[in-house]
């Protein structure tokens, strides 16, 4: 095996061009492989991520929510926006049958000026009733959020006083968010005592999100959990019916709509990554037949000096696991180059939640593509190696083919 | 006995009677050339006699062994073990040095030996070219070459098809210079040619026409010219 692996060697090094085509080749499939399964699992990661965040069957918004950003811009694309209601809402809704528990959550959007450190997405809640919130947050930082405290999404940097001024308020950042793939990285979230302190705070500074209401006694939005037993639908159904100027939307709307996206984002990046790979394992194929083809008399000569079937397949199969190899680690490389530091511009430009897998995911994602354009390298020898079995190696010398 | 013993060979290919019941004998130490015109089954009992193909009818002896019957795997260690052959084109890999090409003779037949390939690059006069690919060597060298691979397993029979169908004239006598040096040591040669001149050098020439043997012409002056050396080497 050894000395198959020596002419594997000096067959490629001495053919520089035809090797670098064909490790191009090897690398092309891997990252397809690569890049395209990432930005799938990250897409998925990234709807399981959002969905298990939302933590409410229904959620409650003004009418006016669409004409002053939507609640899926700022959940998804982390767009800052402020939509307003009166709390009085929050009884109405409570008073539904099959409401279980219903709580207030209050957006105010800071500002790109002097007055505030970064222009984000504020997310206020009431500790006492919130049950969707919360238990994320207590996967970061375990004590109840005092006044004046925030935690903000991992897409905030935090300096190094750990202070984020908003509306000239200095706020403390006592916890930052785990990684969610949508617009909650790029959100601070408060209690109600805190956010209500701020909206005065905007006030003073000359911003009016409110037109006119008292700041005190407006909400944003409300969690609705419903009882064990009650159809979310109805539930949902009934708030539309009976509370005017508020629209209530399933959770699991919210989330198939994205979905449906998601699905058709999937399809599309999927179906590609398999032609792409398709096409270069045929291609991978056609080349190693093409060249196993120009090799005949190289293959029948070695065998007039009595290399046996066997090991011209071995020769075959070092250089296309060299190959192979090569050119995967080098397109997972390129991939990962990719895939890994502009994730948040693939996440733009889709449009949708995007999470990474775990490293353990990644790792075997990496292993995964490498071992695929192996395992394509060795199909590849395997079928240039029977096509050289048949060769009629006295015709093949004596035509000087 | 004889090195090689061909007897009562035919090869059918549908109609065509490629070779037709040929015999022929060849001793040991023998350098016998085969002659005939295009068509007539040089190339079909070269085949045979180097293990690339199998008679239709007929027996192929070789060293005493029937090699007609034997599976193509035993011909391949056969061909490897006990032939060494010479082509037209001399058939060198490319990719490898005139030293590579030479062991890679000796990997498939027992274990490379660089000093041993070396030695036989040495013999052909190519010593200084041993770090040259095909590429790079004239025609008269490729086929030295070709001649030092063939050589160096010590095979009890060299096979050679038109070695000097692709040489100038000075290339030419340099091959058969070594094909007498070769006979002169007591290597057997089976020279297949259409070139008279080349036949006319060996010490018999066997002539093959439609498949069978019509002609052997022992040549005198060859026994003449070759005998006191023949004897001196062998001494």
Same mark, same amino acid.
């Given at each position: 095996?050894?000395f198959?692996?020596?002419?594997a060697?000096?067959n490629?090094?001495?053919?520089?061009?035809?090797?670098?085509?064909?490790?191009?080749?090897?690398?092309?499939?891997?990252?397809?492989?690569?890049?395209?399964?990432?930005?799938?699992?990250?897409?998925?990661?990234?709807?399981?991520?959002?969905e298990?965040?939302?933590?409410?069957?229904?959620?409650v918004?003004?009418?006016?929510?669409?004409?002053?950003?939507?609640?899926?811009?700022?959940?998804?694309?982390?767009?800052?926006?402020?939509?307003?209601?009166?709390?009085?809402y929050?009884?109405?809704v409570?008073?539904?049958?099959?409401?279980?528990?219903?709580?207030?959550?209050f957006?105010?959007?800071?500002?790109?000026?002097?007055?505030?450190?970064?222009?984000?997405q504020?997310?206020?809640?009431?500790?006492?009733?919130?049950?969707?919130?919360?238990?994320w947050?207590?996967?970061?930082?375990?004590?109840?959020?005092?006044?004046?405290?925030?935690?903000?999404?991992?897409?905030i940097?935090?300096?190094?006083?750990?202070?984020?001024?908003?509306?000239?308020?200095?706020?403390?950042?006592?916890?930052?968010?785990d990684?969610?793939?949508t617009?909650?990285?790029?959100?601070?979230?408060?209690?109600m005592?805190?956010?209500?302190?701020?909206?005065?705070?905007?006030?003073?500074?000359g911003?009016?999100?409110?037109?006119?209401?008292?700041?005190?006694?407006?909400?944003?939005?409300?969690?609705?959990?419903?009882?064990?037993?009650?159809?979310?639908e109805s539930v949902?159904?009934?708030?539309?019916?009976?509370?005017?100027?508020?629209?209530?939307?399933?959770?699991?709307?919210?989330?198939?709509?994205?979905?449906?996206?998601?699905t058709?984002?999937?399809?599309i990046?999927?179906?590609?990554?398999?032609?792409?790979?398709?096409?270069?394992?045929?291609?991978?194929?056609?080349?190693?037949?093409?060249?196993?083809?120009?090799?005949?008399?190289?293959?029948?000569?070695?065998?007039?000096?009595?290399?046996?079937?066997r090991?011209?397949?071995?020769?075959?199969?070092?250089?296309?696991?060299?190959?192979?190899?090569?050119?995967?680690?080098?397109?997972?490389?390129?991939?990962?180059?990719?895939?890994?530091?502009?994730?948040?511009?693939?996440r733009?430009?889709?449009?949708?939640?995007?999470?990474?897998?775990?490293?353990g995911?990644?790792?075997?994602?990496?292993?995964?593509?490498?071992?695929?354009?192996?395992?394509a390298?060795?199909?590849?020898?395997?079928?240039?190696?029977?096509?050289?079995?048949?060769?009629?190696?006295?015709?093949?010398?004596?035509?000087?083919? | @006995?004889?090195?090689?013993?061909?007897? $009562?060979?035919?090869?059918?290919?549908?109609?065509?009677? #490629? !070779?037709?019941? +040929?015999? =022929?004998?060849?001793?040991?130490g023998?350098?016998v050339?085969?002659?005939?015109?295009?068509?007539?089954?040089?190339?079909?009992?070269?085949?045979?006699?180097?293990?690339?193909?199998?008679?239709?009818?007929?027996?192929?002896l070789?060293d005493?062994v029937?090699?007609?019957?034997?599976?193509?795997?035993?011909?391949?260690?056969?061909?490897r073990?006990?032939?060494?052959l010479?082509?037209?084109?001399?058939?060198?890999?490319?990719?490898?040095?005139?030293?590579?090409?030479? @062991?890679?003779?000796?990997?498939?037949? $027992?274990?490379?030996?660089?000093?041993?390939?070396?030695? #036989? !690059?040495?013999? +052909?006069g =190519?010593?200084?070219?041993?770090?040259?690919l095909?590429?790079?060597?004239?025609?008269?060298?490729?086929?030295?070459?070709?001649?030092?691979?063939?050589?160096?397993?010590?095979?009890?029979?060299?096979?050679?098809?038109?070695?000097?169908?692709?040489?100038?004239?000075?290339?030419?006598?340099?091959?058969l210079?070594?094909?007498?040096q070769?006979?002169?040591?007591?290597?057997?040669?089976?020279?297949?040619?259409?070139?008279?001149?080349?036949?006319?050098v060996?010490?018999?020439?066997?002539?093959?026409?439609?498949?069978?043997?019509?002609?052997?012409?022992?040549?005198?002056?060859?026994?003449?010219?070759?005998?006191?050396a023949l004897?001196?080497?062998?001494?």
């Amino acid at each position: 095996m050894k000395f198959e692996r020596q002419l594997a060697r000096r067959n490629l090094s001495r053919r520089p061009v035809r090797t670098a085509a064909l490790i191009l080749l090897a690398a092309f499939l891997s990252f397809s492989v690569f890049a395209g399964s990432m930005i799938v699992l990250s897409l998925q990661n990234g709807l399981e991520s959002y969905e298990s965040r939302l933590g409410a069957d229904i959620v409650v918004v003004p009418y006016e929510a669409r004409s002053h950003g939507t609640l899926e811009s700022i959940l998804l694309q982390g767009i800052p926006g402020y939509f307003y209601m009166d709390e009085t809402y929050l009884d109405k809704v409570r008073a539904i049958s099959g409401v279980e528990s219903a709580s207030p959550q209050f957006y105010l959007a800071s500002a790109s000026a002097g007055c505030c450190s970064v222009a984000v997405q504020i997310i206020g809640f009431d500790p006492d009733t919130d049950f969707s919130i919360q238990p994320w947050i207590r996967e970061s930082y375990s004590r109840d959020l005092g006044d004046g405290d925030v935690i903000v999404g991992s897409g905030i940097t935090v300096p190094k006083n750990r202070t984020l001024r908003f509306y000239n308020q200095d706020c403390r950042v006592v916890a930052s968010l785990d990684q969610t793939g949508t617009g909650l990285d790029t959100a601070v979230y408060a209690n109600m005592n805190t956010i209500q302190a701020l909206m005065a705070g905007s006030q003073t500074e000359g911003f009016d999100y409110f037109g006119g209401a008292d700041p005190q006694r407006t909400i944003s939005s409300i969690m609705v959990k419903v009882k064990d037993g009650c159809s979310i639908e109805s539930v949902a159904n009934d708030i539309n019916i009976h509370v005017r100027h508020v629209e209530a939307t399933q959770a699991k709307t919210m989330v198939s709509s994205i979905a449906g996206g998601l699905t058709n984002v999937s399809r599309i990046i999927g179906g590609l990554t398999a032609m792409i790979w398709a096409l270069a394992i045929v291609i991978l194929i056609l080349a190693f037949v093409m060249i196993s083809h120009e090799r005949t008399r190289e293959f029948a000569i070695l065998r007039v000096m009595g290399a046996s079937q066997r090991m011209l397949s071995g020769l075959l199969r070092w250089e296309a696991a060299f190959i192979s190899l090569v050119g995967a680690v080098l397109g997972v490389a390129v991939g990962a180059l990719v895939v890994f530091p502009f994730s948040s511009l693939i996440r733009g430009k889709l449009d949708l939640p995007y999470l990474m897998p775990g490293s353990g995911v990644v790792l075997g994602l990496l292993v995964g593509s490498v071992v695929l354009a192996v395992a394509a390298g060795s199909l590849t020898s395997a079928i240039s190696a029977y096509r050289i079995s048949r060769i009629d190696t006295g015709l093949i010398l004596r035509e000087g083919a | @006995m004889s090195l090689l013993e061909l007897k $009562s060979i035919s090869k059918i290919y549908g109609d065509l009677h #490629a !070779l037709d019941n +040929v015999s =022929l004998k060849v001793e040991k130490g023998e350098w016998v050339a085969i002659m005939g015109p295009s068509g007539s089954g040089k190339s079909t009992m070269m085949n045979i006699i180097g293990c690339m193909d199998k008679p239709t009818s007929g027996q192929v002896l070789l060293d005493g062994v029937d090699i007609s019957k034997e599976s193509d795997r035993n011909l391949t260690a056969i061909r490897r073990d006990k032939i060494g052959l010479i082509f037209q084109q001399f058939h060198l890999v490319n990719y490898l040095t005139a030293l590579e090409n030479v @062991m890679v003779a000796q990997y498939y037949h $027992s274990v490379p030996d660089e000093a041993e390939a070396m030695e #036989a !690059l040495r013999r +052909v006069g =190519l010593a200084d070219r041993a770090k040259h690919l095909p590429s790079q060597l004239s025609g008269g060298e490729q086929q030295r070459v070709c001649i030092a691979r063939a050589l160096i397993n010590y095979p009890e029979l060299i096979l050679a098809d038109e070695p000097t169908g692709n040489l100038d004239e000075a290339n030419e006598n340099i091959v058969l210079e070594i094909f007498r040096q070769l006979h002169a040591e007591g290597t057997t040669l089976v020279v297949v040619t259409h070139d008279p001149e080349v036949g006319e050098v060996a010490q018999r020439t066997v002539v093959l026409e439609y498949g069978k043997i019509t002609r052997e012409i022992h040549n005198e002056s060859f026994e003449a010219k070759t005998a006191p050396a023949l004897a001196e080497a062998r001494n």
